[in-house]
């Protein structure tokens, strides 16, 4: 890149060598707001329209967000009509704040006060920029003069608040020092405390200081430095609420606001799914699913990500990237083997345990607490491991597959995925597993079949009494044992099936009340010296087990052939 990493000025830390925040737990989530429909849709190619931005306030409401900052209705005459809206259709609840923003600037801070009229709670979220960069090439002001608009913007918006004291409207403000992160800590102070001043901010009535980091200049522990150093030396600092607004330049949105919690950051203005200006603003889905897998409630829902991510979708014309955090396609599908294996532990652990945690390795949240399902947690390809196709049959379709059992199986799937080229989805696992375990009907089937338990001196003998077919014509057969599989072996033994071992054998019930049926996992050692499995299923356990020692033979045949 020839050295033009040369022209770029690094970027210069607050000192604070007894900063506090790195030893400190977020134990409470913060106060969240959504500013989706103001600096999440002005980045859009295609802005929402009334329509989209009604169903995303709609949405927005369902999540649990308590303030929303719904536009710039100074701005233009589309922002103005939306505001317009939801107050004229009482769209907005008693409990829920609108936030509405607007420059330090007078003719704006009059036409905002016009478009706020009517509501209930709102915020007046009032701004400038105040920078050395800004300063230098925007503004071409010093800090007097930066420090004079905000005066002047907190002087008229008092004056407003005052005319319509009378009307049933509750007004809160917020200010922005715009580019906070960019700006000398001790500016970004000096000019809150005097806009606090102005506004005549008090313990009661609390002013929201949000410090956004516009840009994202460092690191996220020089950013929770710089929001330290505020809260530590503002004045009359419990009449403010400190609010910050990350961007995501760097990529490390999520982590300036986590520090800057730390940090004393009391509330934090993102987007669902970090939409906004370039890479966007911080994703509050994540910071709220990340407090949640703490053990923290967030105090929103996303039970149901995939709704959010229809709507959000459908609004912005944005598509969410397949490994977004929580909410990508791909996030709880585990490809490597010795990952599928683990979680099938982890699942099988917390089941024999009982345990109240969430304690699965690779999924470091329930799927099925953002209304995610386990069927596409595990997708089967040929690098598959072999616990990975017995996960699915486990969790889709509730059979337990014996652990002996697991590796024969994975190489029947991996074989077929090999065969397909493709990954296997739930289904066709299911499928192949019924072909080859369960339905191998070449050349053995069972015709008819009757058991009985007799005592003979005082010993019960079981009797198989029925007949198989055998690829050509069905036969009789008949023998007797200890128990119907010993009977059944015997029997087989008069047609010339013979040396063939029972090695192990699980059952388990499946499905539900009347429905339920025997499952039988039956091994079998085969002349040629291999075990192999074969299953049945029946409603009469000693059916499903006859059934699955013909499966098991019928499969060793098979293999012997080939
Ligand atoms: O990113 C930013 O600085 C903003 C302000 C207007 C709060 O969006
Ligand atoms: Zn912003």
Same mark, same amino acid.
């Given at each position: 890149?020839?050295?033009?990493?040369?022209?770029?000025?690094?970027?210069?830390?607050?000192?604070?060598?007894?900063?506090?925040?790195?030893? +400190? /737990?977020?134990?409470?989530?913060?106060?969240?707001?959504?500013? !989706?429909?103001?600096?999440?849709? &002005? $980045?859009?190619?295609?802005?929402?329209?009334?329509?989209?931005?009604?169903?995303?306030? @709609?949405?927005?409401?369902?999540?649990?967000?308590?303030?929303?900052?719904?536009?710039?209705?100074?701005? =233009?005459?589309?922002? #103005?009509?939306?505001?317009?809206?939801?107050? !004229?259709?009482?769209?907005?609840?008693?409990? +829920?704040?609108?936030?509405?923003?607007?420059?330090?600037?007078?003719?704006?801070?009059?036409?905002?006060?016009?478009?706020?009229?009517? $509501?209930?709670?709102?915020?007046?979220?009032?701004?400038?920029?105040? =920078?050395?960069? &800004?300063?230098? /090439?925007?503004?071409?002001?010093?800090?007097?003069?930066?420090?004079?608009?905000?005066?002047?913007?907190?002087?008229?918006?008092?004056?407003?608040?005052?005319?319509?004291?009378?009307?049933?409207?509750?007004?809160?403000?917020?200010?922005?020092?715009?580019?906070?992160?960019?700006?000398?800590?001790?500016?970004?102070?000096?000019?809150?405390?005097? /806009?606090?001043?102005?506004?005549?901010?008090?313990?009661?009535?609390?002013?929201?200081?949000?410090?956004?980091?516009?840009?994202?200049?460092?690191?996220?522990?020089?950013?929770?430095?710089?929001?330290?150093?505020?809260?530590?030396?503002?004045?009359?600092?419990?009449?403010?609420?400190?609010?910050?607004?990350?961007?995501?330049?760097?990529?490390?949105?999520?982590?300036?606001?986590?520090?800057?919690?730390?940090?004393?950051?009391?509330?934090?203005?993102?987007?669902?799914?970090?939409?906004?200006?370039?890479?966007?603003?911080?994703?509050?889905?994540?910071?709220?699913?990340?407090?949640?897998?703490?053990?923290? !409630?967030?105090?929103?829902?996303?039970?149901?990500?995939?709704?959010?991510?229809?709507?959000?979708?459908?609004?912005?014309?944005?598509?969410?990237?397949?490994? &977004?955090?929580?909410?990508?396609?791909?996030?709880?599908?585990?490809?490597?083997?010795?990952?599928? !294996? %683990?979680?099938?532990?982890?699942?099988?652990?917390?089941?024999?345990?009982?345990?109240?945690?969430?304690?699965?390795?690779?999924?470091?949240?329930?799927?099925?607490?953002?209304?995610?399902?386990?069927?596409?947690?595990?997708?089967?390809?040929?690098?598959?491991?072999?616990?990975?196709?017995?996960?699915?049959?486990?969790?889709?379709?509730?059979?337990?597959?014996?652990?002996?059992?697991?590796?024969?199986?994975?190489?029947?799937?991996?074989?077929?995925?090999?065969?397909?080229?493709?990954?296997?989805?739930?289904?066709?696992?299911?499928?192949?597993?019924?072909?080859?375990?369960? #339905?191998?009907?070449?050349?053995?089937?069972?015709? @008819?079949?009757?058991?009985?338990? %007799?005592?003979?001196?005082?010993?019960?003998?079981?009797?198989?009494?029925?007949? /198989?077919?055998?690829?050509?014509?069905?036969?009789?057969?008949?023998?007797?044992?200890?128990?119907?599989?010993?009977?059944?072996?015997?029997?087989?033994?008069?047609?010339? +099936?013979?040396?063939?071992?029972?090695?192990?054998?699980?059952?388990?019930?499946?499905?539900?009340?009347?429905?339920?049926?025997?499952?039988?996992?039956?091994?079998?050692?085969?002349?040629?010296?291999?075990?192999?499995?074969?299953?049945?299923?029946?409603?009469?356990?000693?059916?499903?087990?006859?059934?699955?020692?013909?499966?098991?033979?019928?499969?060793?045949?098979?293999?012997?052939?080939?």
């Amino acid at each position: 890149m020839n050295q033009g990493y040369k022209k770029y000025i690094p970027f210069n830390p607050v000192k604070l060598p007894d900063r506090k925040w790195p030893n +400190v /737990v977020v134990k409470k989530a913060p106060i969240w707001c959504s500013v !989706d429909l103001r600096d999440g849709n &002005q $980045a859009l190619i295609d802005p929402m329209n009334l329509e989209e931005k009604l169903m995303f306030f @709609k949405m927005l409401i369902e999540v649990g967000f308590k303030e929303i900052e719904v536009g710039f209705p100074s701005a =233009s005459e589309t922002e #103005y009509e939306i505001l317009r809206t939801l107050i !004229d259709r009482n769209l907005i609840p008693d409990d +829920v704040t609108i936030q509405v923003l607007v420059q330090a600037r007078e003719h704006l801070i009059r036409k905002t006060f016009e478009a706020i009229k009517g $509501a209930k709670n709102v915020i007046v979220h009032f701004y400038n920029s105040t =920078s050395t960069l &800004q300063r230098k /090439v925007v503004f071409k002001k010093d800090m007097d003069g930066i420090i004079d608009i905000a005066v002047q913007g907190a002087r008229l918006i008092k004056q407003l608040t005052d005319e319509i004291a009378g009307d049933d409207i509750n007004i809160r403000y917020e200010y922005s020092p715009e580019s906070f992160s960019g700006t000398e800590m001790d500016n970004a102070v000096e000019i809150c405390a005097r /806009v606090m001043e102005e506004l005549g901010a008090t313990k009661e009535n609390k002013i929201i200081l949000n410090l956004p980091s516009t840009v994202q200049l460092s690191t996220p522990n020089c950013f929770a430095d710089q929001v330290e150093y505020f809260c530590r030396n503002l004045p009359n600092r419990e009449a403010a609420i400190i609010s910050v607004h990350p961007h995501n330049d760097r990529g490390t949105g999520i982590a300036d606001a986590e520090l800057a919690m730390m940090a004393g950051a009391e509330r934090v203005e993102g987007t669902l799914f970090g939409n906004g200006e370039r890479t966007g603003n911080v994703d509050i889905v994540a910071l709220g699913l990340n407090l949640y897998t703490q053990g923290v !409630d967030p105090e929103l829902d996303f039970s149901d990500i995939n709704h959010l991510k229809e709507i959000y979708e459908n609004c912005t014309k944005m598509k969410i990237p397949e490994r &977004q955090p929580y909410v990508g396609e791909l996030v709880f599908t585990a490809f490597s083997g010795s990952h599928q !294996d %683990a979680i099938n532990k982890g699942v099988q652990y917390m089941h024999d345990t009982d345990s109240p945690y969430w304690e699965v390795p690779y999924l470091p949240i329930d799927p099925s607490d953002v209304g995610r399902q386990y069927e596409p947690i595990i997708r089967i390809n040929s690098q598959s491991g072999k616990g990975g196709a017995a996960f699915i049959m486990q969790q889709n379709f509730g059979y337990n597959l014996p652990k002996a059992m697991h590796p024969e199986f994975g190489r029947v799937v991996k074989a077929e995925a090999d065969r397909l080229g493709t990954e296997l989805t739930a289904q066709n696992i299911f499928d192949l597993f019924s072909r080859e375990f369960i #339905y191998k009907r070449d050349p053995f089937t069972l015709k @008819k079949h009757k058991i009985e338990e %007799a005592g003979v001196n005082g010993n019960s003998v079981t009797r198989f009494d029925g007949s /198989v077919f055998n690829g050509k014509e069905e036969v009789p057969i008949y023998g007797e044992g200890n128990g119907p599989i010993d009977a059944f072996f015997n029997a087989l033994h008069h047609i010339g +099936v013979e040396n063939y071992q029972f090695v192990s054998y699980h059952e388990h019930a499946i499905g539900k009340g009347s429905h339920a049926k025997a499952v039988a996992y039956i091994e079998l050692k085969a002349p040629d010296g291999k075990n192999y499995f074969g299953v049945g299923i029946h409603d009469n356990i000693n059916i499903a087990s006859i059934k699955g020692v013909i499966s098991a033979i019928n499969r060793a045949i098979d293999a012997m052939k080939k």
